[in-house]
């Protein structure tokens, strides 16, 4: 199975951007970069993902490196709703016919007001 | 919106009890997961189809059986609960299993076996 490795845990004040790592050393050239995030009491939710380019949309962005080796996902201004688990998740083939997703420990951000 | 529904969010049960936890989409999709979270185990895999009767184990299948006789449907059952099955189970849908496919996940079911 591709793994991911993240920091168990970061910080960051309100308002100022946010970059959160995760290190992909074994990504094959077919594995997209999913990132999730899973509110206090809630279920997942998708986030980004990303193939080679970088991407963006109206939650976030996400840089890859040329490698894709690592990928960073960028909050551009942190909020107090964006304290949550966030996930770094490559997608691999289950021989069903279909893609799974292998979740890992996350990272944990807090937001400090 | 997706919206996946799971059937309680809180249950207590017995040990040995049968136990049925039931998730819902109402998107369509082909795929549907679910998952265990546990505290410092991250989510993990116990089932998941693809296909209406079509089923496959995850990483952790021991204990479990699972169910879908309709698309939009998908029921995870304990056949005789022990008190390492008390947990926090997540339902997932996805619409085709391919590597580009979101999840959408139900807001979970906390699980204690007494």
């Known amino acids: 199975d591709a793994k991911t490795t993240q920091p168990n845990s970061m910080e960051s004040n309100e308002e100022e951007p946010v970059h959160l790592p995760c290190n992909h050393s074994t990504i094959s050239g077919t594995d997209y970069i999913h990132w999730y995030r899973q509110l206090p009491s809630q279920g997942p939710e998708y986030v980004i993902h990303?193939?080679?380019s970088n991407v963006n949309n109206r939650m976030a962005s996400l840089a890859i490196a040329e490698d894709r080796k690592s990928s960073t996902l960028i909050l551009h201004r942190a909020t107090l709703r964006d304290a949550a688990v966030y996930y770094c998740i490559l997608s691999a083939y289950s021989g069903a016919g279909s893609y799974q997703l292998t979740f890992g420990k996350g990272t944990k951000l807090s937001v400090i007001p | 919106d997706v919206k996946v529904t799971q059937s309680s969010r809180y249950l207590v049960k017995r040990t040995g009890e049968k136990v049925f936890l039931e998730c819902v989409q109402d998107?369509?999709?082909?795929?549907m997961f679910w998952y265990r979270q546990d505290p410092g185990l991250g989510l993990r895999l116990i089932y998941f189809?693809?296909?209406?009767?079509?089923?496959e184990k995850g990483d952790i299948p021991e204990g479990y059986s699972v169910s879908r006789e309709k698309k939009e449907r998908f029921s995870l059952i304990l056949e005789s609960a022990s008190t390492n099955q008390t947990s926090m189970y997540l339902c997932?849908?996805?619409?085709?299993?391919?590597?580009?496919?979101?999840?959408?996940f139900g807001p979970g079911t906390r699980l204690t076996v007494l």
């Open positions: 998107m369509d999709h082909e795929n």
């Open positions: 990303g193939l080679t």
């Open positions: 189809s693809y296909d209406v009767k079509m089923k």
């Open positions: 997932a849908s996805s619409l085709q299993g391919a590597s580009t496919d979101t999840q959408y």
